[in-house]
């Protein structure tokens, strides 16, 4: 149950970031940099900022909650 829960979250998340790019397409952030983000790498410099990640949490999170009172 829980490895559903997380797989769905991180999926959630890709959606969230998708949505985030097509909202801000003006700042040309590339999926390669977010992707660098998401798995946590090292390499690879990014312009993106912390705003901008807590941003695209806070995004999937409401997604999340906005799934969860559609089906209830």
Do not use: E
Not at 15 to 39: A, T, V
Not at 43 to 52: L, P
């Amino acid at each position: 149950m829980m490895n559903a829960l997380v797989i769905i979250k991180l999926i959630i998340f890709q959606i969230s970031i998708i949505y985030y790019l097509k909202i801000k397409k003006k700042n040309k952030i590339k999926l390669n940099k977010i992707n660098s983000i998401f798995f946590l790498k090292k390499n690879g410099s990014s312009n993106i900022s912390s705003k901008q990640i807590m941003f695209i949490i806070h995004y999937s999170q409401s997604f999340i909650i906005k799934i969860i009172t559609i089906k209830i």
